[in-house]
């Protein structure tokens, strides 16, 4: 796995840039490649490190796999949450959003216990049927 970290952005809205353009197009696009022959694809590129655009031949398998390891894994979450998203910081941080807004935040409702659950599925009230048929203790 390959990790790249990039220098800090000017701002939020170069970030929203950015993921838009991640999100809704393939990493390399059909403008991209430049010739195809047997077994070699040319494409070019611009290298931001030397900020010119360079051009590279590559191998059909390895232009394959190039393109796989752009393939997020399975139920692999792309977009992560953070600032006051963050999971960590959801429950105390999101109430102050709202208020903030002047905003109302939602009810969230509240989960049912075990024996309501059971209730549910078997149909039959287990906290009933213990008090009157209780287990005797050997």
Request: with cysteine; charged share 25%; hydrophobic share 30%.
């Amino acid at each position: 796995m390959k990790v790249h970290f990039a220098k800090k952005t000017r701002g939020a809205w170069h970030n929203v840039k950015y993921l838009g353009r991640y999100l809704k197009r393939p990493p390399i696009s059909a403008s991209q490649l430049k010739h195809y022959s047997g077994g070699t694809v040319v494409h070019h590129y611009y290298d931001h490190h030397s900020q010119q655009y360079r051009r590279q031949t590559l191998s059909q398998e390895e232009m394959i796999r190039r393109y796989v390891s752009h393939i997020p894994a399975r139920h692999f979450k792309i977009i992560r949450y953070y600032g006051f998203l963050a999971n960590r910081k959801r429950g105390c941080l999101l109430p102050k959003v709202y208020e903030a807004l002047d905003m109302i935040s939602p009810n969230v409702p509240e989960k049912p216990g075990f024996g309501a659950l059971i209730k549910g599925f078997l149909n039959t009230d287990c906290h009933r049927s213990c008090k009157t048929d209780p287990l005797t203790i050997i």
